[in-house]
């Protein structure tokens, strides 16, 4: 967790971080800002940020299905 955070912090605003465990599977769940733009160039910010974490965290553990979201109106919508 303490990698995940650390190589996403770097990059943006982490506002919340969460580490659960789905039938035998550590799932790393972060909330991060992106800089106010167009949807296209935060939907693209977010997708980097999101291989970034993968990136450290392949460092130290194996990965899974890496999902990226974003919050519009009080719906989580699938980015990548």
């Not at 982490?14 to 550590?26: G, I, K, S, T, Y």
């Not at 790393?28 to 160039?41: G, K, M, N, P, Y």
């Amino acid at each position: 967790m303490r990698t995940a955070v650390q190589a996403l912090s770097s990059i943006h605003l982490v506002e919340a971080n969460q580490l659960d465990v789905v039938a035998r599977v550590p799932v790393i769940t972060l909330r991060f800002l992106v800089e106010a733009s167009t949807d296209s160039a935060e939907d693209d910010q977010a997708l980097q940020a999101s291989a970034a974490v993968r990136d450290a965290v392949e460092g130290v553990a194996s990965t899974g299905r890496l999902t990226t979201l974003r919050r519009r109106g009080g719906k989580w919508l699938f980015v990548g």
